[in-house]
């Protein structure tokens, strides 16, 4: 039997797994390889890795965690879960049961792209969510946002550190007359219509085609489409969420423990506020650290 099992072995994954392998607790992680920033050609913001690949930089993780013979890495989904704490079972993808005291779940989120030719395809490039992960690059460029409700309001304000030149796509959302006016205070345009395809075109990164009125062409296009977890395994165990304007989260506590006794959670599918590498590490660390110290003796 592991003393824990991480489901997901990305940056908040293999972050918990190296606090338990140096406490030379006995680990496996479970993974598929699929980082919610693969699109992404370059990761900024996290200290002592900006700049580069995700996938790199999860790469040079693996390596690392090699030096710990307690840890386990291994390729497979993690199918289901079951159990209670001290005695937990993850059955695999490849029909394998494992058994383990305790759980972490870092299995991340998905997002879900709208129908919209181009979105996806742009997806890391031209459409991007962060300001914080890509705004450096495009400062002081011509920016659009996607509208995707009243939270869209405050990226207004937040992308103003970044360029004082943005217009909004309302894509068929109501936008109220109160914030139409403050987005007019700040000479901020607003476009109406619904989004109808998204194409890369000459110097510039997103013309946006629309369902009334003539294309509109951005350097760059902000959106955050709705998300999920990537896994339904936290609800089998009816493990409490928290619901946030984009998509449901864990419910955490601050020790990073669900609502279950003995399963722990981190990175995008517990964050609630602004996920990135950065937050998704420590939050792995914190769990991986609370895993091992709810096992003393
Ligand atoms: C386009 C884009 C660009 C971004 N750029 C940046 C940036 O520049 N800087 C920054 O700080 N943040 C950036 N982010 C945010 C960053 O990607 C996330 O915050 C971070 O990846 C979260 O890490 P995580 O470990 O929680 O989840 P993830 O990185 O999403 O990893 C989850 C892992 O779990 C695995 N998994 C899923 N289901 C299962 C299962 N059933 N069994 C086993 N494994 C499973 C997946 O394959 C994956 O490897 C960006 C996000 C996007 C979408």
């Not at 797994?17 to 996290?46: E, I």
């Not at 690059?137 to 970044?162: M, T």
């Amino acid at each position: 039997m592991d003393d824990v099992i991480i489901i997901g072995g990305s940056f908040a994954g293999l972050a918990a797994a190296l606090q338990l392998g140096r406490a030379r607790r006995k680990v496996t992680v479970l993974d598929t390889g699929l980082p919610r920033n693969r699109f992404a050609g370059r990761s900024h913001g996290m200290l002592g890795h900006d700049h580069k690949p995700p996938l790199d930089i999860l790469a040079e993780a693996r390596r690392q965690l090699a030096r710990y013979p307690a840890i386990s890495l291994v390729n497979a989904r993690a199918d289901s879960i079951s159990g209670a704490i001290d005695d937990f079972s993850v059955l695999t993808g490849d029909g394998v049961t494992l058994k383990a005291r305790r759980l972490i779940l870092s299995y991340g989120v998905v997002d879900q792209m709208p129908d919209v030719p181009g979105f996806a395809e742009g997806w890391g490039t031209s459409v991007i969510p962060c300001p914080y992960c890509d705004g450096f690059e495009v400062a002081g460029q011509h920016w659009g946002l996607v509208w995707s409700g009243p939270q869209s309001h405050n990226q207004v304000r937040l992308f103003h550190d970044w360029t004082e030149r943005l217009t909004v796509f309302a894509d068929g959302r109501d936008i109220s007359p109160d914030i139409r006016a403050d987005l007019a205070r700040r000479n901020t345009p607003v476009v109406d219509g619904r989004i109808t395809e998204i194409v890369r075109r000459g110097s510039h990164n997103a013309t946006v085609k629309l369902d009334i009125g003539p294309d509109v062409e951005v350097d760059i296009l902000f959106a955050h489409p709705r998300n999920k977890p990537s896994a339904s395994l936290h609800e089998a165990l009816g493990l409490a969420t928290v619901d946030t304007p984009l998509g449901i989260v864990l419910k955490v506590d601050e020790r990073r423990e669900t609502s279950m006794p003995g399963i722990y959670a981190a990175g995008d599918l517990s964050n609630p506020l602004i996920p990135s590498v950065t937050t998704a590490s420590w939050q792995g660390a914190m769990a991986g650290i609370a895993a091992q110290q709810s096992m003393l003796a």
